[in-house]
T-cell receptor, first 117, second 112 residues
């Protein structure tokens, strides 16, 4: 079974600074996907970024980027130029590769990020 | 606009009563999911469905039941057998089961 670990329950950073959220996972699979989801106070889950394990290049979406270290099974999220709207719970998630059957997301326990004005 | 609608936003029930949470999507997605969120535990999968009239148990299916009679709808029933039903419930859908999930706004269920 896959496990996802987020070791930082809470973090805070000053507005405009850069922050990195950690995530490690455990799997015996070689083909899989990794995700970061954001849950603001409204509790709507929003996809931030996605990484395919077979891609060596780290995914980037505007101010959000990941550091994917496959051998270390690490998948950290970097938020640059942080904004007040980035305040949210951030969840790391894992999904096995397409086997036409049992794909499902396994979530970490989340990191509560607060951006301080 | 396409999206996922969960209703109601807040739901209150007495212990021993079954309750059904609604989830409707107009995204034309094949796969739908129900997750439960508890403080400090992240999201845990209850049930998922890849196609109409078919569904599979997730990690914590005991005390829950679902149906998938229409592509757009995936209601979740919390039965009296669920020992700890008070939680935040999130419905999601995806084009395929290996695609990113789109989530609804959730239903907060309180059972007393």
């Amino acid at each position: 079974a896959q496990t996802v670990t987020q070791s930082q329950p809470e973090m805070s950073v000053q507005e405009a600074e850069t922050v990195t959220l950690s995530c490690t996972y455990d799997t015996s699979e070689n083909n899989y996907y990794l995700f970061w989801y954001k849950q603001p106070p409204s509790r709507q889950m929003i996809l931030v970024i996605r990484q395919e394990a077979y891609k060596q290049q780290n995914a980037t979406e505007n101010r959000f980027s990941v550091n994917f270290q496959k051998a270390a099974k690490s998948f950290s999220l970097k938020i640059s130029d942080s904004q007040l709207g980035d305040t949210a719970m951030y969840f790391c998630a894992f999904m096995k590769g397409p086997n036409f059957g049992n794909e499902k997301l396994t979530f970490g326990t989340g990191t509560r990020l607060t951006i301080i004005p | 606009d396409g999206g996922i609608t969960q209703s109601p936003k807040y739901l209150f029930r007495k212990e021993g009563q079954n309750v059904t949470l609604s989830c409707e999507q107009n995204l034309n997605h094949d796969a739908m999911y129900w997750y439960r969120q508890d403080p400090g535990q992240g999201l845990r999968l209850i049930y998922y469905s890849q196609i109409v009239n078919d569904f599979q148990k997730g990690d914590i299916a005991e005390g829950y039941s679902v149906s998938r009679e229409k592509k757009e709808s995936f209601p979740l029933t919390v039965t009296s057998a669920q020992k700890n039903p008070t939680a935040f419930y999130l419905c999601a859908s995806s084009i395929r089961t290996d695609s990113p999930l789109h989530f609804g706004n959730g239903t907060r269920l309180t059972v007393t």
